[in-house]
């Protein structure tokens, strides 16, 4: 026993060696590490703190931001970038020299006289300690830092983790929670220190900027661009400076771009909206040598002073759209955000952006229509100034609902007249509601339908949109270069020319249709569940009723499931009645017979063909084909849209082979 204890610590410890850093050895020179991001935090910033340690903004913001930042583990991949104090010279870039003097004087105020001036402060939204000098000194030099860094290629992202805020400090007058100008005394003092010229101020915060839409109003070298709520001038800092129609003045006239959101409430949809329709196409147009975020998160889910809905995710896109603009120069510097989860989880959210995560993904969304329409109206302002806003293309389609069609229901009005016109296909009625409103004018079928002794079913979604756009952040469609692609067009033909009856069943439901009823369900997944249920209607009520002696199935893309689904629904009639399925898979996952049905595998084994790609995952090398995905056969052609064209000889032959009851 002592003998394998022994051998035991030996291993343990031979381990524990071999998992160690490697050292470095004495004559390889120490290299320091390369750091792309870093970051400006400090402690003394929090020193500025209200007395009653109620006010929502807390010195915790920062401090919680940096917590949650170092234990994601990602506070060692950036670099801390040395803080210090606004010098005067800087922040007269930007304030009066009254001013100057005005915040300067906080820090020699006694007990007494921060009391009585209270009131005073509070009217300007203020508190003010014996701290607050410092903190808003080192504040505003910490976004200067930040900017120079870099401005001068030494870093290519910077977070500014500062406080207080800054961008409601007018050149005359501080306010609203700020002393400073953080960021555009920054961008005065990086304009004026290094080459840096163009500089795009984009601010998320809920509230207004009003402090740095001033000290650039007139300067065309600044683009100041502001997303924030407005409600007619009535939400802080109120009147019309924030409004759609304030665009600069001067020589800076369309250098301010304000997006007013009219009420609470706006979401992720409505920033990504407002992001893709005037934020990029704009900023791309400006084309700027540094991007600033003045990152206020008090739009976030659950802070109660914005009261907006945005997610760290949508946070982390806004930051990755604004990363593709001035070669990815970019510094984030925190403005407002009053929830301490909000706004830790939010600049989290934005560190991992910075560092070079992609943003995670965001469901599915519409802006809403107070969203959609002050995005048009912002649209219709700012096409005056910028060529590459198009209002005609963010234009709120509730305007023209009434003579509007979406574009599934233009495909299938175009399908249902080919069809008639060509081949004098008539649509087939569905009986009930819920199928009618998914899928009328979807299910066609030709007119010797039910005498035919051979009925050819081919189940399909839309064909493909081939689409051109103007460019990824905008995502506008080139009219004339786009064109709907028909793979369908020459199996009709065939299927006809050999007078067979062709039941044409396109499976993609109607988007905004009513829900499924939940007795329809039976586990599966909605999509699913509508094309299955609609398969066996079809079934019950036309196929099996039909004078058909010999009845074929052609799947393709999504359809393919769609009758694997109906197969292991109505596995009898399958095997007594279906000649042979065919399955276009292309590249989608090959649908298998369930495992307990041993019967219709057997068949289905005998009596399918499946045609895939030869790169299809099922061939890969660790893949294996089982008798329930059917007879599998390659075809060289790697797209799917072409696969069912160059794969229509083999079906063709097929056919044939399985009406005379011998499939090859």
């Not at 870093?38 to 340690?53: E, K, N, R, W």
């Not at 601010?203 to 709520?229: E, K």
């Not at 299910?443 to 039910?450: S, Y």
């Not at 609609?534 to 099996?544: F, G, K, P, R």
Request: proline fraction near 7%.
């Amino acid at each position: 026993m002592d003998v394998d204890g022994e051998e035991y610590h030996q291993n343990q410890v031979s381990i524990q060696r071999s998992l160690s850093p490697v050292q470095r050895a004495s004559s390889v020179p120490y290299r320091l590490p390369h750091f792309t991001v870093g970051y400006v935090y400090s402690q003394d910033m929090m020193i500025h703190s209200s007395a009653t340690g109620e006010h929502p903004e807390q010195p915790e913001r920062i401090s919680r931001i940096r917590t949650a930042i170092r234990d994601a583990n990602l506070l060692q991949k950036m670099k801390q970038i040395p803080i210090r104090p606004v010098k005067r010279d800087e922040a007269l870039l930007v304030h009066s020299q009254e001013h100057w003097h005005k915040v300067l004087a906080i820090q020699s105020m006694t007990p007494s006289e921060i009391f009585e001036s209270e009131a005073y402060y509070e009217s300007l939204s203020l508190y003010v300690t014996s701290g607050t000098t410092r903190a808003a000194r080192l504040s505003c030099g910490g976004v200067i830092e930040a900017c120079l860094a870099v401005a001068r290629g030494e870093l290519k992202k910077t977070f500014a983790i500062v406080r207080p805020p800054g961008h409601h400090a007018e050149p005359e007058e501080h306010m609203g929670f700020c002393f400073f100008n953080n960021v555009a005394v920054a961008a005065k003092v990086t304009q004026f220190l290094t080459p840096v010229r163009k500089i795009l101020i984009l601010d998320w915060d809920v509230h207004h900027g009003n402090g740095t839409q001033r000290a650039f109003n007139d300067d065309p070298s600044v683009l100041y661009i502001s997303l924030h709520r407005y409600e007619r001038g009535q939400f802080y800092p109120c009147g019309p400076f924030g409004s759609l129609e304030s665009c600069g003045e001067g020589a800076g006239i369309g250098y301010s771009v304000n997006v007013p959101w009219p009420k609470k409430g706006m979401t992720d949809a409505d920033y990504i909206h407002a992001f893709q329709q005037i934020v990029m196409p704009i900023g791309m147009e400006f084309a700027p040598d540094l991007v600033i975020i003045s990152a206020g998160f008090d739009a976030a889910i659950g802070d109660d002073l914005g009261e907006c809905f945005v997610s760290p995710a949508g946070y982390a896109h806004m930051t990755h759209m604004l990363s593709g603009l001035a070669g990815g120069n970019l510094v984030v510097a925190l403005e407002g955000g009053y929830n301490l989860d909000s706004i830790s989880n939010s600049s989290l959210a934005v560190a991992r952006v910075l560092l070079g995560e992609a943003p995670p993904e965001l469901p599915p969304m519409v802006a809403s229509e107070a969203g959609t329409e002050t995005v048009w109206q912002v649209a219709m302002e700012q096409s005056k100034y910028w060529k590459s806003v198009n209002p005609k293309a963010c234009e709120p389609r509730e305007e023209v609902d009434e003579i509007s069609f979406s574009i599934p229901e233009i495909l299938k009005g175009h399908r249902q007249h080919f069809l008639y016109t060509q081949y004098q296909m008539l649509q087939v009625p569905l009986m009930t509601k819920v199928y009618e409103e998914r899928f009328g004018s979807q299910v066609m079928c030709t007119n010797d339908f039910l005498e035919n002794p051979t009925i050819i079913v081919f189940v399909h979604e839309f064909g493909n949109l081939r689409i051109e756009l103007d460019g990824k952040p905008t995502c506008d469609v080139q009219m004339e270069n786009s064109y709907l692609i028909d793979f369908s067009k020459e199996l009709i033909s065939w299927v006809r020319k050999e007078k067979y009856a062709l039941l044409d069943v396109n499976v993609f439901p109607r988007p905004f249709a009513s829900p499924l009823p939940v007795r329809m369900l039976r586990g599966h997944k909605h999509v699913e569940s509508w094309s299955r249920e609609v398969l066996i209607y079809l079934w019950d009520n036309y196929i099996q009723l039909s004078g058909a002696k010999n009845i074929i199935f052609i799947g393709h893309g999504p359809g393919c499931h769609a009758l694997m689904e109906l197969m292991e629904s109505r596995p009898v009639g399958m095997i007594r009645y279906v000649n042979t399925v065919i399955q276009v898979v292309g590249n989608m996952t090959i649908p298998l017979i369930p495992k307990d049905a041993d019967e219709l595998r057997a068949w289905y084994s005998k009596n399918s063909v499946v045609i895939v790609h030869p790169e299809h995952p099922a061939f890969a090398p660790d893949a294996r084909l089982l008798k329930r995905h059917g007879r599998v056969l390659q075809i060289e052609e790697s797209k799917p849209i072409k696969l069912i064209m160059k794969g229509l000889p083999l079906i063709q032959d097929h056919i044939r082979q399985s009406l005379i009851g011998t499939p090859q």
